[in-house]
T-cell receptor, first 118, second 109 residues
Framework: DARVTQTPRHKVTEMGQEVTMRCQPI?????VFWYRQTMMQGLELLAY????????DSGMPKDRFSAEMPDATLATLKIQPSEPRDSAVYFC????????????????FGPGTRLTVT | GEDVEQSLFLSVREGDSSVINCTYT??????LYWYKQEPGAGLQLLTY?????DMKQDQRLTVLLNKKDKHLSLRIADTQTGDSAIYFC?????????FGTGTRLQVFP
């Protein structure tokens, strides 16, 4: 049963600390998405990779957030320094893309990392 | 950019039908999707419809698409307490989907 895994599941940290969240996409998937979910803003797309190349990070605050894919089995989202307004649930999703238009695409979501910044 | 809107909350009695609505601005999507998010979990694909269809039925789920009005709906028949979740519509013509704001469905006995 292939699943997207995320670690840690929960993280509590103090303002100013660095936070790193990790995601292991489903083996064979070539797209990875990072989302942030809050009550106020709903689900926001932060970053999007295809074949490990970043395609869109326009939703990410560039001064403190960074997203990378060191290899095909690992995606990371880093916040440095963290702030209380970063408190949210961060989801990673993966999918299989052929880069075409008008095709059926499914995104498979991980269980999320619940981040609390005090 | 694409705007995808949903009402925030819906409350229904167990056994009744639920209808969750979604409106969008860009009609170029070939597929339109409904995702379900159960408490404490990530989103999971529930059903989808091809854009040249008006309706798709899948057991208790009925998806209706009105392309003229840019309106998508999900009907859940005989709603159960296990259907309590947040429902997201999603659309897009590439692997990058645009998700709606989500509708929280609460089912009471």
């Amino acid at each position: 049963d292939a699943r997207v895994t995320q670690t840690p599941r929960h993280k509590v940290t103090e303002m100013g600390q660095e936070v790193t969240m990790r995601c292991q996409p489903i083996l064979g998937h070539n797209t990875v998405f990072w989302y942030r979910q809050t009550m106020m803003q709903g689900l926001e797309l932060l970053a999007y990779f295809r074949n490990r190349a970043p395609l869109d990070d326009s939703g990410m605050p560039k001064d403190r957030f960074s997203a990378e894919m060191p290899d095909a089995t690992l995606a990371t989202l880093k916040i440095q320094p963290s702030e209380p307004r970063d408190s949210a649930v961060y989801f990673c999703a993966s999918g299989l893309s052929t880069s075409g238009r008008g095709l059926f695409y499914e995104q498979y979501f991980g269980p999320g990392t619940r981040l609390t910044v005090t | 950019g694409e705007d995808v809107e949903q009402s925030l909350f819906l409350s229904v009695r167990e056994g009744d039908s639920s209808v969750i609505n979604c409106t969008y601005t860009d009609s170029s999507s070939t597929y339109l999707y409904w995702y379900k998010q159960e408490p404490g979990a990530g989103l999971q694909l529930l059903t989808y419809i091809f854009s040249n269809m008006d309706m798709k039925q899948d057991q208790r789920l009925t998806v209706l698409l009105n392309k003229k009005d840019k309106h998508l709906s999900l009907r859940i028949a005989d709603t159960q307490t296990g259907d309590s979740a947040i429902y997201f519509c999603a659309l897009g013509d590439t692997d990058k989907l645009i998700f709606g704001t989500g509708t929280r469905l609460q089912v009471f006995p």
